[in-house]
C-alpha cells in the first residue's frame, strides 16, 4: 500500500528517474495513485509524493473527469500569457490534516508531451486548470513543490500552517 510523503520528507526534493520500461508493478502503482488522489479528492499526484523517485504522475482534468497517467512528461513549451490561480498539494497539509493553499502565478497554457500505459507517445497543448495540474505534477518529478515560487514572507506564512501540523 502506498503512503503519502509530506512536506519535509526528503523524497519530495529529489529529481526523479526516467522511467526505463512499462511494468506491470508500473501500472499497478498509477492504478493505487488515482484511487488514492481520488479518496483525498486530489486533481493530480506525482510519483515522488508516495515515495517513488521515478518520472510518472496521474492527473484528473476537474472539467472532463478525465485521467491522465503520464510516464516520462515533458513540458515542451509554456506560453507568455501567465495566469494566477489557488494551489493546494496533497503533501502540504495543515494541522486539520487538509491541503494549505496559497496563488501562484505560472504559463497559462502548456504543450507537454509523455507515453501512455501502452507506450504510445502523446502530446497536448493544456490551458486552464489541467495546465496548472501538469505544471504543478511536472515540478514534482524535478523536487519542486508550489510552495516555492512564493515571496520569503508569503512562504514562511504558508509553512508556519503546515509546520504545526508535524509538532
Known sequence: MLQMKLCGDLVLREKCAPVSSITPELLKTMDEMVKMMADQNGVGLAAPQVGITQRFL????????????????????????????????LSVL????????SNVRRPASVDVEWMDENGEILRANMSGVPARIVQHETDHLDGVLFIDYLSGVKREMLMRKVNRGHK
Open 58 to 89: 496521474v492527473m484528473m482534468d476537474p472539467d472532463t473527469n478525465e485521467i491522465y497517467r503520464m510516464i516520462n512528461p515533458k513540458i515542451l513549451s509554456k506560453s507568455e500569457e501567465t495566469s494566477v490561480m489557488e494551489e493546494g498539494c
Open 94 to 101: 495543515g494541522s486539520d490534516g487538509l491541503p494549505v493553499y
